[in-house]
Every structure is written in C-alpha cells, then in structure tokens.
Nanobody
Framework: QVQLVESGGGLVQAGGSLRLSCAAS????????MGWFRQAPGKEREFVAA????????YYADSVKGRFTISRDIAKNTVYLQMNSLKPEDTAVYYC?????????????????WGQGTQVTVSS
C-alpha cells in the first residue's frame, strides 16, 4: 500500500552535488523510517542514510557522514538526500526504502517497501 518513487539521479563531476528525492504515496504509520541504500555493480547493497519520520532523527554510514544530508518534508511526504563533495566511489543505483517498525535502520532486510532506484554516476 506504499509506493516510493525516486528522482534526481544523473551524471556529475567529482566534487559536485546532487539532490535525490523520494516521494511516498499511501498510508504509513507515524513512527516509521525512510532510508537510502545504494548498490554498485558487482557489490552488495549498502546502507547510506536514514531518518525517523516522527522526530527527524538521522543516521549515516561512515563513508558519507559530513558529505550527505538526509531530510524530510512532511507536507510533501518526501525524503531528500543532499549529496555534496561526490566521489567516483559514490557511483551506484540509489534506492529509497520505508520501514514500518524501525528497529535496525541500517539493515536493508528490515525495510518493507522499496523504490525502483535512480542512477548516480560520478566521473573523475
């Protein structure tokens, strides 16, 4: 009953910035988490960032902390990922996901709904 649609991916030079958006439709519980994960070719899916909808608490992977910022827009039911100082190793398909009962926000298998993904390519 929840659909997630990502947008904002593209090609950017190293050191540049992109902002990803994830619009959610359908009803969700108030105490849920929205997360961003990414997967590069030949590599496992990895956690990037998450936000708790109720109090805006945030969590980041060590590899992106200080460069990426996750935020929410309650009125638009949308989560954003602002990505600055991008590096070639950030190249991946980025997925938005929703966890109805967030207990382990860094664990992808705990999430209930997933978007289609958006490609981010960073050239050097």
């Amino acid at each position: 009953q929840v659909q997630l649609v990502e947008s904002g991916g593209g090609l950017v030079q190293a050191g540049g910035s992109l902002r990803l958006s994830c619009a959610a439709s359908g009803r969700t519980l108030s105490n849920y988490a929205m997360g961003w994960f990414r997967q590069a070719p030949g590599k496992e899916r990895e956690f990037v960032a998450a936000i708790l909808w109720s109090n805006a608490g945030t969590y980041y992977a060590d590899s992106v902390k200080g460069r990426f910022t996750i935020s929410r827009d309650i009125a638009k039911n949308t989560v954003y990922l602002q990505m600055n100082s991008l590096k070639p190793e950030d190249t991946a398909v980025y997925y938005c996901a929703s966890d109805r009962l967030p207990l382990r926000v860094r664990v992808g298998n705990d999430y209930d709904y997933w978007g289609q993904g958006t490609q981010v390519t960073v050239s050097s």
